[in-house]
T-cell receptor, first 113, second 114 residues
Framework: GEEVAQTPKHLVRGEGQKAKLYCAPIKGHSYVFWYQQVLKNEFKFLISFQNENVFDETGMPKERFSAKCLPNSPCSLEIQATKLEDSAVYFC???????????FGPGTRLLVL | DQQVKQNSPSLSVQEGRISILNCDYTNSMFDYFLWYKKYPAEGPTFLISISSIKDKNEDGRFTVFLNKSAKHLSLHIVPSQPGDSAVYFCAASAYYNQGGKLIFGQGTELSVKP
């Protein structure tokens, strides 16, 4: 499509439950990036993919977080055993190459209670 | 370690006047800089970018200036319009050393009053 699509828009989970977020990049874009916005104005890089391969995972928490980009499927970000501090807005962005402008989706707002 | 800083959390400007948003960075490896605009409950929207080999880039009402020696960039909006009211984020990347990941500033909330 012409825009980055993210689903769901909102997600509420009890502490300890699993959360799975989805991202469909712009058609023709080979790179997908995930960012976490915890406080109102702080973005943190999590992970990036080049097609289905992990490109950079230096921002991913070592435990509980995993991500995939499989052929012909939306990319996903999964959080096992969510914690209160995982409450944030998770943004996905895509770009044609790693040096091109990143275009962002509308985000998924995760609330862990 | 805040590598990209926007020291003004908010800015208020009269319609028709110039808005100047500032951004400072510490990492000399950054080679690409971008400005994004964000409305509440939406994703950041790309506005304008500049490569470290340039010192100015212009697109319509938006101009970005880069001062590498001072590690400072600024976004000028002329003339400012009420629809420009949003949070503006400066972002930087060290493409050839750290991949494409963006490092964001904390944002500046611009309010343009009619």
């Amino acid at each position: 499509g012409e825009e980055v699509a993210q689903t769901p828009k909102h997600l509420v989970r009890g502490e300890g439950q699993k959360a799975k977020l989805y991202c469909a990049p712009i058609k023709g874009h080979s790179y997908v990036f995930w960012y976490q916005q915890v406080l109102k104005n702080e973005f943190k890089f999590l992970i990036s993919f080049q097609n289905e391969n992990v490109f950079d995972e230096t921002g991913m928490p070592k435990e509980r977080f995993s991500a995939k980009c499989l052929p012909n499927s939306p990319c996903s970000l999964e959080i096992q055993a969510t914690k209160l501090e995982d409450s944030a807005v998770y943004f996905c962005a895509s770009s044609q190459t790693e040096t091109e402008t990143q275009y962002f989706g509308p985000g998924t707002r995760l609330l862990v209670l | 370690d805040q590598q990209v800083k926007q020291n003004s959390p908010s800015l208020s400007v009269q319609e028709g006047r110039i808005s100047i948003l500032n951004c400072d960075y510490t990492n000399s490896m950054f080679d690409y800089f971008l400005w994004y605009k964000k409305y509440p409950a939406e994703g950041p929207t790309f506005l304008i970018s500049i490569s470290s080999i340039k010192d100015k880039n212009e697109d319509g009402r938006f101009t970005v200036f880069l001062n590498k020696s001072a590690k400072h960039l600024s976004l000028h909006i002329v003339p400012s319009q009420p629809g420009d009211s949003a949070v503006y984020f400066c972002a930087a990347s060290a493409y050839y050393n750290q991949g494409g990941k963006l490092i964001f500033g904390q944002g500046t909330e611009l309010s343009v009053k009619p």
